[in-house]
């Protein structure tokens, strides 16, 4: 029987339409009253789109990316990818479906400190109980030679942040995913490495046909976007006089 590996067994997913229609999130404040952080009537991103979100801090770029993740669920509307309505899946048909689709670069990474970055770029491997084969250790290898990570062996608690912003990119793309979502990427890096590592998201996208969005406030990464998408802040009322 072939030894089949990960990436000879991750289903092909191309990437698709994705659409939010009517989408209203509220959050809790301190006071445990909702209230409202994004009121969109309508965002329609083509298949293998690159866009910029930006928008004031607060503004709710973070909770857009999280919302198109399926990490959380709209208060009101929906989010499709294609034909599926991702905001409608239950929570472990949303867990399938990341798994499938997405590579998400967290604000804080979520790495895990105690182990080296080889081991933190395949991660999502292990997670999925697939064999790491050399196949996957190559990839890995060349992402972070690719992202200037030299050392594979160095832990991630060790690192500097923005050594550790390209590890979790590195992770985000290890799998190809069709859509590639980053959250300031390159918030803790140098001007260098900013436009290095903006290259490469860019590069690796369109090598893949992924759709990639990345909220940023960094000027030089959003002009590597087809489009950008200003978030307006919305105002901070509670819900029950938002309406
Ligand atoms: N889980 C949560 N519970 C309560 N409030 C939240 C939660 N997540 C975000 N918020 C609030 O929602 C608003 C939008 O936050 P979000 O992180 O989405 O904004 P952002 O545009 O990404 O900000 P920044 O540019 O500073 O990262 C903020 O007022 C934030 O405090």
């Known amino acids: 029987m072939p030894a089949f590996t990960s990436l000879d067994r991750r289903p092909a997913t191309a990437a698709r339409a994705l659409q939010l229609t009517g989408i209203r999130l509220d959050h809790r404040g301190g006071d445990g009253r909702p209230f409202r952080v994004l009121d969109l009537a309508g965002l329609a991103i083509p298949a293998g789109a690159r866009v910029g979100l930006r928008g004031a801090s607060g503004s709710g770029k973070t909770s857009l990316l999280h919302l198109v993740a399926g990490l959380i669920r709209p208060d009101a509307g929906s989010v499709s990818w294609g034909d599926m309505v991702v905001s409608d899946l239950s929570i472990g048909a949303r867990d399938r479906w990341r798994q499938a689709t997405l590579g998400f670069v967290f604000q804080d990474f979520h790495l895990i400190p105690e182990l080296d ?80 590592v903006g290259a490469l998201l860019v590069e690796v996208a369109t090598e893949t046909g992924a759709t990639l969005i990345c909220a940023s406030h960094d000027t030089a990464l959003l002009a590597r976007m087809d489009r950008r998408v200003e978030l307006a802040a919305v105002p901070v009322v509670p819900v029950e006089s938002a309406a």
């Open 117 to 196: 970055v080889a081991a933190n770029i395949t991660l999502p491997l292990t997670f999925s109980h697939w064999r790491i084969g050399p196949a996957e250790h190559e990839r890995a290898a060349m992402l972070a030679a690719r992202m200037g990570l030299t050392d594979l062996r160095r832990k991630a608690g060790v690192l500097s942040r923005g050594e550790q912003q390209r590890v979790a990119i590195a992770r985000a793309v290890l799998l190809q995913p069709a859509l590639i979502l980053a959250d300031e990427p390159t918030a803790s890096l140098d001007a260098a490495h900013a436009a290095e």
